[in-house]
């Protein structure tokens, strides 16, 4: 398998909630832990899903783990209200759909 490479998914996925990174660790900002884990959990060029590279409020790379792609997926649909009325439209569910597929391998 194959790390993401940026595209025009990263774009999609800068609406996604994130932790804000002054509340993490120096591991999670480098995309060394999961960004969500509530225990440090290490990833790898095989099992991190890329979120792409932020610059605000600072420079940092989230990565997450599988397991949390897959449950971000499934509240994204919940809380979104693109999602509730026309869950064809929302182009950060489609991205996430996209990231569970590609790490579901």
Known sequence: ???RTQTSTT???DALDLPD????TEDQRCGRHCLWCPTPTPL???NAVDLGERREPEHWFPRCC????RAQARTHGSMCEVCVETPA????AAAL????REHSR
Do not use: F, K, N, Y
């Not at 990174?21 to 993490?24: D, S, T, V, W």
């Open 1 to 3: 398998m194959h790390p």
């Open 11 to 13: 774009l999609e996925l």
């Open 21 to 24: 990174p002054a509340h993490l």
């Open 44 to 46: 790898t060029v095989e």
């Open 66 to 69: 599988p397991t949390c792609i």
């Open 89 to 92: 439209a929302c182009e950060t």
């Open 97 to 100: 759909r996209q990231l569970v």
